[in-house]
């Protein structure tokens, strides 16, 4: 999967710093690679592909915000 092609702040302006826009696109490559990774192994050593997705969904999900209350 592509990253995102614009990462839109909370004010719905889009991230123009250079700087910020590389970080992103580092972390996205990096949760992509490891995130696949547990999918598959998950998958090789019996889990089944549904469970894993809802699994992975459901830690998303359970992310807090760096802003105390604040959701984005």
């Known amino acids: 999967m ?6 839109m702040q909370a ?3 889009p991230v ?15 949760v992509q690679g490891i995130l696949r ?4 192994d998950a998958v090789l050593m019996g889990v089944s592909e549904h469970a894993m997705r809802a ?7 359970s992310l807090q915000s ?3 209350g604040h959701k984005a």
């Open 16 to 30: 123009s710093c250079q700087e910020k826009l590389r970080v992103l696109e580092e972390n996205w490559q990096e």
């Open 55 to 61: 699994h992975l969904t459901d830690l998303v999900a």
């Open 37 to 40: 990774d547990a999918f598959e």
């Open 2 to 7: 592509e990253s995102p092609k614009r990462w």
């Open 66 to 68: 760096p802003h105390h």
């Open 11 to 13: 004010d719905g302006e």
